[in-house]
């Protein structure tokens, strides 16, 4: 008789652990780590380090303290704390990194029971914290470093240096940017978003293992795109869609924080809202917002709306 007895769901299984997949999403992100570094200098690693220990200790203390199972192991926490550091820019103070960390596992995470029952993106949680509390940080962006300069610890020369969007947003010339710097993180920029290449590398590993699926993000791209194409600064069909791809934290958010398996739809259909969702705040929040980017609010207001989504585009029943 027990062969008939029916067990809790899922029962349909896979080879595939949780832990596994999030140490290939982390090991997804390192080619965008790097990219930093070599960009911004060794201070990005520093931030970088400080970002993925800070959320592993956040996780294990509250753990702890909350006497239950410490799992840091299955990855969730550092793969926090990486994408994390990954929205700070290379001048971050150390004190700001931590915060950051502490807030995105404490407040995005853990206060809602832990992995699989937060309703928001945690890193995205933490960047929004830090944006609204110390925005004068958050915005203090610099040049990319020469090559003399890239072995000292500080990592750059300090040269402040605008991001595209913000010179776009206040109506100053890009000073001769490319589409090829911007794809290649040649200018100002947080650390891990710059190198359009770096994080492509990444996100096609993803698709093709078939750990995420292309719905979400180049739904969430093409919404982007279309959206700044129509609306543009010199009238309808006048803006430039490539820019608006290539600036900013569109990729890193399209690819690896919307596609969040906790935040976001279980259906196709679901996902592709989402993604179009995503996508016109986004633009909306460049356009016409007073922040020059609008990734970060987008994805975590469409996390709010994850519920819902998923109530009315649940697959048919079989049998019905």
């Given amino acids: 008789m027990k062969n008939l007895t029916a067990s809790y769901s899922p029962h349909l299984h896979t080879k595939e ?28 690693l520093w ?7 800070s959320a592993i200790a956040t996780e294990a203390l509250i753990q702890l303290m909350a006497k239950k199972k410490v799992a840091i192991s299955d990855g969730s926490a ?47 949680v933490g960047r929004v914290f830090l944006m609204a509390s110390w925005p004068k940080y958050m915005t203090n962006f610099t040049s990319p470093v020469n090559t003399q300069a890239w072995f000292k610890f ?14 776009i947003k206040e109506g100053k010339p890009l000073l001769g940017i490319s589409y090829m710097d ?28 078939k750990y995420i699926s292309w719905h ?9 795109a279309i959206f700044t194409w129509i609306f543009g600064p010199k009238g309808a069909f006048s803006g430039d869609w490539l820019f608006a791809i290539l600036s900013g934290g569109l990729i890193l958010g399209a690819f690896f924080m919307a596609t ?5 739809p279980l259906t196709r259909k679901g996902q592709l809202i989402f993604g179009v969702g995503c996508g016109v705040l986004t633009a909306v929040i460049r356009l016409w917002g ?31």
């Fill in 154 to 167: 500080s990592g750059y020369d300090a040269i402040t240096a605008a991001t595209p969007l913000t010179l």
């Fill in 17 to 44: 652990s949780l832990e596994k997949i999030m140490w290939l999403v982390f090991i997804s992100l390192i080619p965008s780590g790097m990219a930093g570094v070599l960009i911004f200098g060794m201070r990005a």
């Fill in 260 to 264: 969040d398996y906790v935040t976001s």
């Fill in 78 to 124: 550092a793969l926090t704390g990486l994408l994390l550091s990954y929205n700070l820019p290379v001048s971050s103070p150390w004190w700001l990194t931590v915060t950051g960390s502490f807030i995105a596992v404490a407040i995005g995470k853990q206060i809602f029971g832990g992995l699989g029952q937060n309703i928001f993106n945690p890193a995205l």
């Fill in 47 to 53: 931030v970088i380090f400080l970002g993925i220990i």
């Fill in 290 to 320: 007073g922040y020059p980017e609008g990734a970060s609010y987008a994805i975590l207001i469409m996390n709010a709306t994850t519920p819902i989504i998923d109530r009315y585009t649940k697959n048919r029943i079989f049998g019905k």
């Fill in 216 to 224: 979400i993000p180049i739904t969430y791209i093409l919404t982007v």
């Fill in 182 to 209: 911007l794809f290649l993180g040649k200018h100002g920029g947080c650390i891990g978003e710059v190198c359009i290449l770096a994080i492509l590398a990444g996100a096609l590993f993803l698709l093709i293992k």
